[in-house]
């Protein structure tokens, strides 16, 4: 079946330093990836995500680009703030059919930005 | 932007009752609706398909009779864990996808504690 896999954390960094936490994929067929991010006491926000091979999706500075041939949708930021604060979740969704909408998540990293 | 509410965001109960979870859309329409399951840093794993006028459709290795589903319109739908055991206990988290944009929107969780 579909999984994700996540750099495992947590991730401390100060603020204004370079972020990246890897995700990697197996799945059948062409899924769409995502990254959701859940800040304290609130839901899972979408925060990009790519629907085909050589996409980039971003959003708040951050980006993560669809890499097929390496399985991987990493996500960076060049600089983080202390709002960035949060947990970093990898996720795919099949391509359709009966995996409509049904999201394979990573295990999530915890971010914290000193400042 | 889109708002998915849950309530209770916390519940204590007893070994043997039952508790009901909602699920609300808040101001759009979710023909489906997702119920997820989170343990302690571990990813959220997808329990249910809950689908509006129609049976829930299950995960494999999700009881069925122990987590009743209903999805009884377009804005609710509800996780009912029945007769439930200390092992239930979980952060349970739901999510619904908005009719016309087909973007999903998550709750921010319920905590569910059985002594």
């Known amino acids: 079946g579909d999984s994700v896999t996540q750099m495992e954390g947590p991730v401390t960094l100060s603020e204004e330093a370079f972020l990246t936490i890897n995700c990697t994929y197996t799945?059948?067929?062409?899924?769409?990836l995502f990254w959701y991010v859940q800040y304290p006491g609130e839901g899972l926000q979408l925060l990009l995500k790519?629907?085909?091979?050589?996409d980039k999706g971003s959003n708040k500075g951050f980006e993560a680009t669809y890499r097929k041939e390496t399985t991987s949708f990493h996500l960076e930021k060049g600089s983080v703030q202390v709002s960035d604060s949060a947990v970093y979740f990898c996720a795919l969704s099949g391509a359709g059919g009966t995996s409509y909408g049904k999201l394979t998540f990573g295990q999530g990293t915890i971010l914290t930005v000193h400042p | 932007g889109a708002v998915v509410s849950q309530h209770p965001s916390r519940v204590i109960c007893k070994s043997g009752t039952s508790v009901k979870i909602e699920c609300r859309s808040l101001d759009f329409q979710a023909t489906t609706m997702f119920w997820y399951r989170q343990f302690p840093k571990q990813s959220l794993m997808l329990m249910a398909t809950s689908n509006e006028g129609s049976k829930a459709t299950y995960e494999q290795g999700v009881e069925k009779d122990k987590f009743l589903i209903n999805h009884a319109s377009l804005t609710l739908s509800t996780l009912t864990v029945t007769s439930a055991h200390p092992e239930d206990s979980s952060f349970y988290i739901c999510?619904?996808?908005?009719?016309?944009?087909?973007?999903?929107?998550f709750g921010p969780g319920t905590r569910l504690t059985v002594l």
């Open positions: 790519a629907t085909k091979a050589d």
């Open positions: 999510s619904a996808i908005h009719q016309l944009t087909d973007t999903q929107y």
């Open positions: 799945a059948t067929g062409y899924p769409s």
